[in-house]
């Protein structure tokens, strides 16, 4: 049987205006599916376009506050009340405009049709680019997330039955996702993301932060040193994720793939680039039968959605073109198609050095105490 792989979307996902300037892209949904429609990604056998509509109250209602969607329901007419402050709303990275409610709940529809699309059986990947909102929490918005997709659609999953492994590539911690599931055993959650010291939210992301309780060893932070790049990123991913995921047996994986830890994005100080990026999605395809993979950050539209085309290509295991050989000269393909890669990123000895000297004590740190209580080793 051929894969059978869908695409979430929404034109209405656009129709939506904040403020001039304002970093969140409405378009990244429209953006990379045009990309993918030039080449060639989405007239594959087995690819569909599904299109959701806006959660309703009572599925919100199963990880959000009563009180929250009711200043969310009055702040989506675009009006702006001083209260709305205490609960994150109304804030640059979290501004009320007319209809971000309704925004925010159609993301969440996404999410939600994709969980039920891989429990039905009628799909075994899944990629929404809108979703990915990992730092909305119960009753507040932040970063510029008002609610939380990957909460709803974990929980979704759980509800039947499911064993999900959570993996974050977003340069930002999880904190969110962490949170919900900190005390559990059957949602496996490992982020990696620039250091909090130096990016938000701060507060949370560092390795010690094992879970709690019956939790406790399945919460996994992989926290890395501003600066860096694909080398380091890949060696504790490689290291880390297949023993993992073999001890933990998912049944599905959950992915946020945000493209904000690129060199060629602007909102981290991370130095990736697309083909570690895309050898870390590919290697994420391998961990679980079925994948739900969301969006999340992006800042630079060019560089996000090339990411998210690349990312699509590898998911729905369709080769694209490493036309390395002609980033020096040009990024055209033979073809007359720009190339979807990014220029190398030069990274000093010194702070490549730094970078892996500090991965490393996170991996071995892991190895020691996450890893028995995983049954990994022993
Ligand atoms: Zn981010």
């Avoid at 405009?97 to 309704?102: A, K, L, R, T, V």
């Avoid at 926290?223 to 790049?229: E, H, Q, S």
């Avoid at 690129?262 to 079925?290: F, K, Q």
Wanted: aromatic content about 10%; some cysteine; charged content about 20%.
């Amino acid at each position: 049987m051929s894969l059978r792989a869908v695409f979430l979307h929404s034109e209405r996902f656009t129709a939506f205006r904040a403020y001039e300037g304002y970093p969140w892209i409405f378009e990244r949904s429209q953006a990379t599916i045009e990309l993918c429609r030039r080449q060639g990604l989405l007239e594959v056998k087995g690819v569909a376009l599904r299109s959701p509509r806006r959660a309703t109250l009572e599925e919100l209602k199963s990880y959000h506050k009563k009180e929250y969607l009711g200043l969310l329901e009055r702040a989506n007419k675009g009006k702006f009340e001083e209260s709305m402050l205490a609960s994150g709303l109304g804030t640059l990275e979290c501004p009320v405009y007319p209809g971000c409610f309704d925004y925010h709940r159609l993301v969440v529809g996404g999410s939600l049709l994709g969980a039920r699309l891989l429990l039905d059986g009628e799909a075994e990947v899944v990629f929404g680019p809108t979703g990915g909102l990992h730092h909305a929490g119960p009753d507040f918005a932040a970063g510029f997330c008002y609610l939380n997709d990957v909460v709803l659609a974990i929980q979704r999953f759980l509800s039947g039955g499911w064993r999900v492994l959570y993996v974050d590539i977003d340069a930002h911690h999880g904190d969110m996702v962490q949170d919900a599931f900190y005390h559990r055993d059957d949602v496996m959650t490992v982020s990696f993301h620039e250091n909090p010291e130096t990016l938000f939210p701060h507060r949370s992301g560092f390795v010690q932060e094992m879970g709690e309780g019956k939790g406790k060893g399945f919460n996994i932070n992989v926290p890395l040193l501003a600066g860096t790049g694909d080398e380091t990123f890949l060696w504790a991913f490689v290291r880390l994720l297949p023993p993992i995921a073999r001890a933990f047996v998912p049944d599905v994986l959950v992915a946020v793939l945000g493209a904000d830890a690129l060199a060629s994005d602007s909102m981290s100080n991370l130095r990736l680039t697309t083909h570690g990026y895309v050898r870390a999605v590919g290697l994420l395809r391998t961990l679980a039968p079925r994948i739900l993979a969301l969006g999340c950050g992006g800042y630079v539209l060019d560089s996000m959605t090339r990411a998210w085309t690349l990312a699509w290509a590898t998911l729905i295991e369709v080769p694209i073109r490493d036309d390395a050989e002609l980033l020096f000269g040009g990024v055209f393909q033979g073809d007359g198609l720009p190339s979807l890669h990014d220029r190398p990123v030069f990274i000093s000895q010194e702070e490549a050095m730094k970078s892996r000297t500090a991965c490393e004590e996170v991996v071995r740190f892991i190895e020691e105490h996450h890893f028995p209580r995983l049954g990994i080793g022993t």
